[in-house]
């Protein structure tokens, strides 16, 4: 396997040397792989994923960092009551990487019971498809007048890779469960901790956040269920900007996702432009990792 050349800018104190690397399907392996991540995420959050990848095969060797002091878990806050989810509302993104088309990213919300159900795909396209097919699926819901998440389901099928997982929540005894399966080894393990009185998960994160008061030089932050365990992410209010994308021009709020520990550490910096209007539509997500940015572009909002 060919070695792929990377520079890297005095990363690790390196001083901008030129290393060599080597990384499986040198041009879509790793690109590919992170719309799903930074599709959960983004998708994402965070991006929410928002939607970012998993360690990489190439090898970077970096100073340790101290481990940092984890923040005390907070009280999700409840939506304000002035908050009005839509009943039926379908978000259409397209995800570029650098100067590439790489992706299409759905979302699907609807509201019963007073639950946001949200429904959620990352797929791969053009040439970035015949080189490393990405096909995902996310599910998730919280309760519009408490916050809490009701869950978070997950299929991805990525290359020859296929796992479908389920994350519930058990309120009432403090406990959280996942049911992962590996569908083509046909394997399957289940794992049980214990979680808040209240949390939300990487997906329905994104439009807990558009119910918060998002003032610019502000941050504010709530728990979240991550990898079997529960993180503070606090959300960072940089200011407000002009964001113009195929949906068309809207002014923002943009919002940046922080923690101390959990996806969202150590996995690169995450954005959110949220519209500066009463719905905080989320027009566009960011992901600027160490090979480059993958940015999530809204191209329709439709009512259906």
Not at 58 to 72: D, G, L, S
Not at 194 to 211: E, G, K, R
Not at 239 to 261: C, H, L, M, N, Y
């Amino acid at each position: 396997m060919a070695p792929w050349r990377v520079w890297r800018d005095s990363l690790a104190g390196m001083g901008g040397r030129l290393v060599l690397v080597r990384v499986p399907c040198l041009l879509g392996w790793r690109p590919a792989a992170a719309l799903s991540s930074a599709a959960t995420a983004a998708l994402g959050m965070l991006l929410l994923g928002w939607m970012l990848p998993r360690q990489a095969n190439a090898q970077f060797f970096t100073r340790p960092e101290p481990p940092a002091a984890q923040r005390q878990i907070p009280v999700l806050q409840p939506p304000p009551t002035t908050f009005t989810y839509p009943e039926h509302e379908t978000l259409t993104y397209s995800v570029d990487w650098r100067v590439f088309k790489t992706g299409l990213a759905v979302f699907h919300l609807d509201q019963t019971g007073g639950v946001l159900k949200i429904a959620a795909t990352a797929d791969t396209i053009g040439a970035v498809n015949l080189l490393f097919p990405v096909v995902d699926g996310f599910q998730s819901g919280f309760n519009v007048k408490t916050g809490c998440s009701t869950g978070f389901d997950k299929q991805t099928q990525e290359g020859r890779r296929k796992i479908a997982s389920d994350l519930s929540f058990d309120y009432a005894n403090g406990k959280q469960t996942l049911n992962e399966r590996n569908l083509v080894k046909g394997t399957q393990k289940v794992l049980v901790t214990n979680i808040p009185a209240c949390v939300t998960d990487s997906l329905s994160a994104m439009f807990y956040v558009q119910s918060q008061n998002l003032e610019p030089g502000q941050t504010f932050y709530f728990p979240l269920a991550d990898a079997m365990r529960t993180v503070t992410v606090g959300m960072k209010v940089e200011g407000r900007e002009e964001i113009t994308t195929p949906a068309g021009t809207f002014e923002t709020i943009k919002v940046q996702p922080t923690a101390d520990e959990g996806v969202v550490k150590n996995r690169g910096s995450i954005w959110i432009w949220y519209t500066d209007d009463d719905r905080r539509l989320p027009v566009q997500m960011q992901a600027q990792l160490f090979w480059g940015t993958i940015t999530f572009h809204l191209q329709s909002v439709a009512s259906n």
